[in-house]
């Protein structure tokens, strides 16, 4: 199954962006829009997706996003994309990056 894809220079300021990190990833940086919802948590938070909103979901490189985009898709959801080059692209691609704990923001 081809996952859908998109990268960070592509992802328009409006989607819906699901950080699926764990809690020591997100606290150190992560896009100022996006929602925490990490990957061991989304079965039982599924209904917190939108689904009919375009959404895109990141991990740090890709992998696990593609994964959880996998399983999005298998439940039903229709506009899911995975950012293929994670976090790491996004801050590459200079797209704001912020932190919870008042330290420099950054990707772990």
Do not use: K
């Not at 100022?32 to 009919?52: F, I, K, N, Y």
């Not at 990141?58 to 976090?87: K, P, W």
């Amino acid at each position: 199954m081809r996952i859908p894809a998109v990268h960070s220079a592509d992802v328009p300021d409006d989607v819906y962006l699901i950080d699926v990190r764990e809690d020591d990833e997100w606290l150190a940086g992560h896009a100022p829009s996006a929602v925490h919802l990490p990957m061991t948590q989304l079965p039982e938070r599924l209904a917190e997706v939108p689904a009919g909103q375009d959404v895109v979901i990141v991990c740090r490189s890709g992998h696990r996003s593609a994964e959880v985009t996998r399983f999005l898709i298998a439940q039903g959801y229709q506009n899911v994309r995975n950012l293929a080059d994670g976090m790491f692209g996004w801050a590459a691609a200079g797209r704001p990056l912020v932190s919870e704990d008042g330290e420099v923001a950054s990707v772990i």
